[in-house]
């Protein structure tokens, strides 16, 4: 298990631009594929962007942030980062990192470590 912590979230503008950070704690970092989560109030939490172990290093997004997102990591730092671009109103919401050992996972039950979330919030 891994310990993690998001930061980064705000108030922005529509059409502005935020980086979420998730430090994590706890050893081989490298070995987790990690996610970004969110949810806004009445929904479930949905899938938003994966990055997987650094034996593979791929990438997924959800169709509604392709081209706007972008998830990386920095290994040294053992921190990832959900980089966002032309925010838009709905993608408000309290946004989670997520951890699991191997392959990148899409649900929410395949991640085994979570933070507490960090609240993200565009004005239209």
């Known amino acids: 298990q891994v310990l993690l912590v998001e930061s980064g979230g705000g108030l922005v503008q529509a059409g502005g631009s935020l980086r979420l950070s998730c430090a994590a704690s706890g050893r081989n970092f490298g070995l987790y594929s990690m996610a970004w989560f969110r949810q806004a109030p009445g929904n479930g939490q949905q899938f938003v962007a994966g990055i997987s172990r650094i034996t593979t290093t791929t990438t997924s997004y959800a169709d509604s942030v392709k081209g706007r997102f972008t998830i990386s990591r920095d290994n040294g730092k053992n921190t990832v980062y959900l980089q966002m671009n032309n925010l838009k109103f709905e993608d408000t919401a309290v946004y989670y990192c997520?951890?699991?050992?191997?392959?990148?996972?899409?649900?929410?039950?395949?991640?085994?470590?979570w933070g507490q979330g960090t609240q993200v919030t565009v004005s239209s």
């Open positions: 997520a951890a699991k050992l191997g392959g990148l996972g899409f649900q929410p039950a395949d991640f085994g470590s």
